[in-house]
T-cell receptor, first 112, second 113 residues
Framework: KQEVTQIPAALSVPEGENLVLNCSFTDSAIYNLQWFRQDPGKGLTSLLLIQSSQREQTSGRLNASLDKSSGRSTLYIAASQPGDSATYLCAVLTDSWGKLQFGAGTQVVVTP | NAGVTQTPKFQVLKTGQSMTLQCAQDMNHEYMSWYRQDPGMGLRLIHYSVGAGITDQGEVPNGYNVSRSTTEDFPLRLLSAAPSQTSVYFC????????????FGEGSRLTVL
């Protein structure tokens, strides 16, 4: 069974620092990997989707890398801002019919 | 831009009662799903559907029923509520998970006493 792990569970950084969030998975046979953001009391918002054939995906200050062979993905957020404070979750698709496996998330606090 | 709409946002039930959580999307997505989110457990898939008339079980389907009579709607039914079903429930949709991102509703917080 696919296991998805996100370490650390919580992270606090001062404003302006770059954020590095990690996601690891046990089965490299994935279709794609998504990174999500969740604000308190809200639903999840998709940030980036990386197909299994891609090595990275970028959107503005966000960059996500994927290394299938080692079972890892990293989300980089450049020049963090207090508005980046949220919980970030990764999810892998190992079944083309639609079973996403989520990590438990990393709670990020960016202090002014 | 409605996206994925869930109702109700909050609900309190007594053990043994039944209820339906509603989910509707206006993006013409074929894929719809229900998750529950519990502290320390992350998101777990309850049921999903890849089109009208097609549903399948996820990781934690017991105690829940679904149906998909239209592309837009995917209701989740709790047959006989139990305290273990106290959770936050999320509905999500996608044009297809192999190529498209997943869009979530705002969630429905359910408490079973």
């Amino acid at each position: 069974k696919q296991e998805v792990t996100q370490i650390p569970a919580a992270l606090s950084v001062p404003e302006g620092e770059n954020l590095v969030l990690n996601c690891s998975f046990t089965d490299s046979a994935i279709y794609n990997l998504q990174w999500f953001r969740q604000d308190p009391g809200k639903g999840l918002t998709s940030l980036l989707l990386i197909q299994s054939s891609q090595r990275e995906q970028t959107s503005g200050r966000l960059n996500a890398s994927l290394d299938k062979s080692s079972g890892r993905s990293t989300l980089y957020i450049a020049a963090s801002q207090p508005g980046d404070s949220a919980t970030y979750l990764c999810a892998v698709l190992t079944d083309s019919w639609g079973k996403l496996q989520f990590g438990a998330g990393t709670q990020v606090v960016v202090t002014p | 831009n409605a996206g994925v709409t869930q109702t109700p946002k909050f609900q309190v039930l007594k053990t043994g009662q039944s209820m339906t959580l509603q989910c509707a999307q206006d993006m013409n997505h074929e894929y719809m799903s229900w998750y529950r989110q519990d502290p320390g457990m992350g998101l777990r898939l309850i049921h999903y559907s890849v089109g009208a008339g097609i549903t399948d079980q996820g990781e934690v389907p017991n105690g829940y029923n679904v149906s998909r009579s239209t592309t837009e709607d995917f209701p989740l039914r709790l047959l006989s509520a139990a305290p273990s079903q106290t959770s936050v429930y999320f509905c999500a949709s996608s044009r297809g998970l192999d190529t498209g991102e997943l869009f979530f509703g705002e969630g429905s917080r359910l408490t079973v006493l």
